[in-house]
């Protein structure tokens, strides 16, 4: 199981929010490529970027941080979401050296445009489906849509993307654990990988997903709990490995 470090970006600070909240954020770093480089020596396998400024603007707002950070990392894979709603910002994405885009509320809002782009950038383009309660939540989470997330991801699975990003938004950046229920119940309903978001805390929560990835669960992505101490990244990465 691939355990995927986050990095939140806003105003090119690494930061943390809790349930989506711009208001309600920690900032952990000023440096965010240097904290790239931390998780890249403790063994990270991907990295997985937000642009939380493009999220809510529509259209990408730390480019550039983001662009530092594959280039200085190059034989790491990149994950980039958060503002991503054209296809030229896909490409300018995928040319700059990141590995996987994700549609995020331009996936709900215009499910269209992801057959588009996942026939046009190929195996590059995962989907991000945020969810409270099984229904999904668009607009950097302001708002709960009438889309129920398995409907959803499998209608983008017959689109061809390469995987669903799961986040229970309920659990996200509030250290209360994964949801492995409902990560579980989604990764069973298609057949494209699932990786979980949200909720990680400890040691815990990566075996408790770990003796699930055989439903189809191929990674996890923490965030706060790496940043706060409660889950030493190094150890979780070799427990995650060992359940591959």
Known sequence: M?????IDLKEGKCVRLR??????????????????????????????LVDLDGAFAGKPKNAAVINQIVKRYPDVPVQIGGGIRDKETIKAYLEAGVE????????????????????????HIIVGLDAKDGRVAIDGWAKLSDYHVIDLAKKFENYGVEAIIYTDIARDGMMQGVNVEATVKLAQAINIPV?????????DDIHALGKVTNEGIMG?????????????FIEAEKIAESYL
């Open 2 to 6: 691939l355990l995927i470090p986050a």
């Open 19 to 48: 349930q989506g909240r711009m208001e309600d954020n920690t900032i952990f770093s000023d440096d965010p490529v240097a904290i790239a480089g931390r998780w890249v020596e403790a063994g990270a396998k991907r990295i997985h």
């Open 100 to 123: 996987y885009v994700i549609i995020g509320s331009k996936a709900v809002s215009d499910p269209d445009f992801v057959q588009t782009v996942a026939k046009e950038f190929a195996e």
């Open 195 to 203: 990786i979980a978001s949200g909720g990680i805390t400890n040691i």
């Open 220 to 232: 996890a992505i923490t965030g706060r709990a790496i940043y706060e101490g409660t889950l030493d």
